[in-house]
């Protein structure tokens, strides 16, 4: 039986073996895959590109203090991003859960249409979740649009659910109880993340502060962002990259503050207005200046 | 001789409930481009979409197609013109006759095309031509738009491939099996298709994927349930079920709950015992051919339990805060930007109920009916909202009344659907949809066309349905405003909901729905009971004659533009037609039209045939007319007879 762990190397292995970039993790918080660069931006413009990598990916408001046997604040998602997706994408989707050790002539799969959106990023598109017994184990996309602006090449993107799917081939009730490593349970590992997580983000994170950060970061990046010039001639200096991280900092801050109850339902519209606003700067930032790079390459 | 077609659409996973609409498009679209055929069959699975059609022509007749060409006085270099146009000597022309004069011309023979070239024209435009709610690119920019990507076609006439391309993708004979227990590529012709499905793990007719399910849960006693059996037999290309259980201390949470984790969240039906209630049992249907090691099953229950875990977990967390205490909650949780929030709205509704007469109870139910929006298990499971509401009043020890009402608040949800189940849900179910229809109407949400993002004709429908099956006699005008410059928008769509209720839904006619209308309601109850009367009336023989003589009698009154209303003087009277039928109409004058109309009818017909209404002498003219006008007021109070549609 693969402990958590083999099961994300065996993944990375099979991916990495289809011509995918093996990525680690993305250093600023995000709440799920989606949201960093390597997919957020990578998915724009017209070049291929083809990457997995594990995103911890935190959603403060799903804590439970460690209680829930299936339910966490930081969750590891395995992202693969093939773009242009390839015409055998399910079936090859198919033989990474084969690669596991998942029997899919003994066991049920389903697609069920379920279609993506990520208001804050601009972003959308066509899929379904995928269906093991039952299990809802990986979210597929066909990307259309991103930062508002529909994508030149249509990526496929896999998010593996790896708690869940680990869960499901260790035959465990709880995902506490998985092994991560023999002699090391998930518990072991990241047990202490849940509970304080969930003391921090729903009894002690201070909201004055919280917004006080929310607003210096969402300054940051759209100062950065006025300074972008799209006519000068040394357009791949401009700090993309790091006005991106401060946008991703304001959704974790927006999250956290979210799971707090400080963030009102009239409020919320506009707060997730503010944050996709930049996040379509960042986008439309990202695309020209791949433009430029593609006609440099041109030439 | 005749040739069959086969096409299948291959695809990735289609969302099951646009199947059958996306067949019904295709047929559609093919039948549009007239290519003979005999018959026409339509199959689906999520991953194909397929038309056999039995008897095309291998090419289409030939045929003749006449050009005309200048004035037989034309100048001959004109029509010399014409001949070399159409690639012929100007002897070849001939002349003639039309209405406009005499003029040269040229029949041309059409050679009838090949089918195969035809269609090979026109399938790429049929396929694309489906139309789906929501569609997606996957080439590129621009590319072809369709629900999933495309990944392979079938297309054969006869023997023959018809050759297109479709989105990178080129027509063939390779059709693909189930996806894990067939081949991904075979080799198919037009009759051996089906069959060939059938090796490879697909079974093509709905019909028998319909029926192994049935077949396949035969010994269990489910709930039936039609819904989700359609969506298993298009989610699924070889269904088969299987029976899970769980742990029967889950019983113990409320059944609604326990249906709905396994219903919307799992697709599972669940199992009766023979008493009718829930069992700790589910039938999930796979996809794949059995489950001999049981891998399938315990995967399925545990996610079960996992999920019944969770709800019993908010079902518990829930109970720690009252809902009476979540009251002020609400004013957190919007119900629409611009009508404030569900605290505002609760409070709305509670004045609402006491305008159409509830009681304290209505008032009570009214005031908790929207707390469980604050609970965890209505966050998790939100279709359960009102229901778990429902639920958590009678554990909180409120009146049955209360409880009901709070648990029936959205009901009907559909046509179909009942009213709520006792007087107080009744009235906390019509101020909640009174209060959103007016408040969206107010500020200008109003529905047009397919747009209705705040369902407000299913809100407006369940308001006509709870007064007149309710038996609720309170005045609508009194409810939304009764001058009809208070909510004119509002007014105009609750008419058009009555109207489809009593036809759509009661089966009444449209001119009977017309008729009683035209005359005003005091409320809709007593507009079904003159609905039913009119009904009634329709049956006897009596009935068409007088209602076309009403029509006639309206339009005198019109011609004259009469309204005068009056004594009527009896010595104005010519003895004969006329003084019978004021006779007879001062004997059966009050009582009910049912009683009236066979006395009624002879003598209204003799006095059309011999009085002549527009007499000379004015006076007596005025008499007639008043008459006339006296008998139509007195029996059009039921209905206004002239708006049903006579056959004479």
């Not at chain 1, 998915?43 to 959603?59: D, I, T």
């Amino acid at each position: 039986m693969p402990s958590f762990q083999e099961i994300i190397f065996k993944l990375k292995q099979y991916w990495a073996e289809r011509g995918c970039i093996i990525q680690e993790p993305y250093d600023v918080e995000v709440g799920a895959g989606t949201m960093c660069p390597e997919t957020f931006l990578r998915v724009l413009g017209p070049k291929p590109y083809r990457v997995a990598y594990v995103q911890p990916s935190r959603r403060p408001a799903d804590g439970r203090y460690g209680d829930n046997p299936n339910r966490l604040f930081k969750h590891s998602q395995l992202q693969v991003i093939l773009k242009p997706s390839p015409g055998d994408v399910v079936e090859q989707y198919l033989g990474s859960l084969e690669a596991i050790g998942i029997d899919l002539r003994k066991h049920d799969i389903k697609f069920e249409e379920d279609n993506w959106e990520a208001p804050t990023l601009g972003a959308w598109g066509i899929g379904w979740q995928v269906m093991l017994d039952g299990l809802e184990i990986t979210q597929f996309t066909y990307f259309q649009q991103c930062g508002g602006i529909d994508l030149d090449v249509v990526p496929a993107e896999l998010t593996y659910g790896l708690e869940r799917l680990t869960a499901f081939l260790q035959v465990k009730d709880s995902v506490y109880d998985i092994d991560w490593t023999q002699g090391f349970t998930y518990r072991d590992v990241r047990y202490l993340d849940e509970l304080q997580y969930s003391v921090y983000n729903f009894e002690l994170a201070d909201v004055p502060t919280l917004w006080k950060l929310f607003d210096l970061h969402e300054g940051e990046a759209g100062r950065l962002l006025k300074l972008y010039d799209p006519k000068s001639t040394e357009k791949l200096r401009f700090p993309l990259l790091p006005a991106y991280d401060q946008v991703l900092k304001c959704s974790n801050i927006f999250n956290t503050l979210d799971a707090r109850g400080a963030i009102s339902v009239t409020e919320r519209v506009g707060v997730i207005q503010r944050v996709r606003r930049l996040a379509v700067g960042a986008a439309q930032a990202w695309a020209d200046q791949q433009q430029q790079q593609t006609s440099e390459a041109a030439q | 001789m005749s040739v069959p077609l086969l096409l299948e659409i291959g695809t990735e996973e289609i969302p099951d409930w646009m199947i059958r609409p996306a067949l019904d498009d295709l047929r559609r679209l093919f039948e549009k481009t007239e290519i003979p055929h005999a018959s026409i069959r339509m199959d689906a699975t999520p991953r194909r979409l397929v038309l056999r059609a039995e008897g095309l022509p291998p090419r289409l007749a030939d045929r003749q197609e006449r050009v005309q060409g200048p004035a037989k006085s034309a100048p001959p270099k004109a029509v010399e013109g014409f001949a070399r146009k159409q690639g012929v000597a100007p002897e070849d022309l001939i002349v003639e006759t039309t209405a406009k004069g005499e003029y040269y011309s040229y029949v041309k023979r059409v050679p009838g095309r090949a089918v195969k070239e035809l269609l090979a024209e026109a399938l790429p435009g049929v396929i694309l031509g489906i139309s789906f709610p929501k569609t997606m690119y996957w080439t590129g920019k621009g590319g072809p738009r369709f629900i999933r990507p495309i990944r392979w076609i079938v297309a054969l006439l006869g023997e023959d491939i018809i050759p297109f391309e479709l989105a990178a993708v080129r027509s063939g004979s390779l059709t693909s099996g189930h996806r894990r227990l067939g081949a991904r590529e075979i080799v198919v012709t037009a009759s051996d298709y089906e069959e060939r499905l059938g090796d490879h793990y697909v079974i093509l007719s709905a019909e028998a994927r319909r029926k192994k399910i049935a077949d396949g849960m035969a010994g269990v006693r489910i709930k039936r349930d039609e819904a989700l059996l359609e969506t298993l037999v298009y989610l699924t290309e070889f269904p088969t079920p299987i029976t899970g259980g769980f742990d029967p201390e889950f019983l113990q949470l409320p059944e609604e709950v326990l249906i709905t984790v396994m219903r919307h969240h799992q697709r599972y039906f669940s199992v009766e015992d023979a008493q009718g209630k829930l069992a700790p049992q589910f039938v999930a249907v796979m996809n794949i051919d059995s489950d001999p090691e049981g891998f399938v099953r315990r995967g399925n229950e545990r996610v079960l339990r996992a999920r019944f875990n969770d709800a019993r977990f908010f079902w518990e967390t829930d109970q720690k805060k009252k809902l009476a205490d979540r009251v002020p909650d609400l004013a957190h949780v919007t119900f629409q930007a611009k009508l404030g929030s569900y605290l505002e709205k609760t409070e709305r509704m509670i004045a609402l109920t006491g305008m159409l007469g509830g009681d304290q109870h209505a008032a009570q139910a009214a005031q908790l009916s929207k707390c469980d929006l604050t609970t965890e298990l209505v966050k998790e499971f939100t279709e359960l909202q009102g229901v778990v509401g429902g639920l958590y009043a009678r554990v909180q020890g409120e009146p049955e009344p209360v409880w009901q009402a709070i648990y029936d608040q959205y009901k009907p949800e559909s046509m179909e659907d009942g009213i709520p189940r006792n007087r107080t849900g009744q009235i906390v179910a019509l101020a909640d949809k009174l209060d959103t229809l007016t408040g969206c109407f107010r500020v200008g949400l109003i529905p047009t066309g397919s747009r209705d993002p705040f369902a407000l004709r299913r809100a407006a429908q369940g308001v006509v349905k709870i007064l007149v099956e309710g038996k609720i006699e309170l005045d609508l005008r009194d409810l939304i405003g009764r001058e009809r410059l208070d909510n004119p928008d509002l007014r105009d769509f609750f008419e058009d909901r009555i109207r489809f209720y009593f036809r759509d839904y009661r089966g009444f006619a449209y001119d009977e729905v017309n008729a009683c209308m035209a005359v005003a309601s005091r409320n809709l109850v007593d507009l079904e009971a003159r609905l039913v009367r009119v009904q009634k009336l329709r049956g006897s023989a009596d009935f068409e004659p007088l209602a076309a003589s009403f029509k006639r009698i309206r339009n005198i009154l019109e011609q004259a533009k009469f309204t005068g209303l009056g004594a009527i003087d009896e010595t104005l009277l010519d003895p004969g037609p006329e003084r019978d039928l004021y006779d007879e109409y001062r004997r059966i004058a009050g009582q009910p039209i049912e009683s009236a109309i066979s006395r009624l009818r002879p003598k209204v017909d003799l006095y059309f045939d011999k009085v002549l209404v527009n007499a000379p002498d004015a006076r007596v003219r005025r008499n007639r007319l008043t008459l006339l006008n006296t008998m139509l007021r007195e029996f059009s109070t039921i209905a206004d007879f002239s708006e049903i549609v006579t056959k004479s």
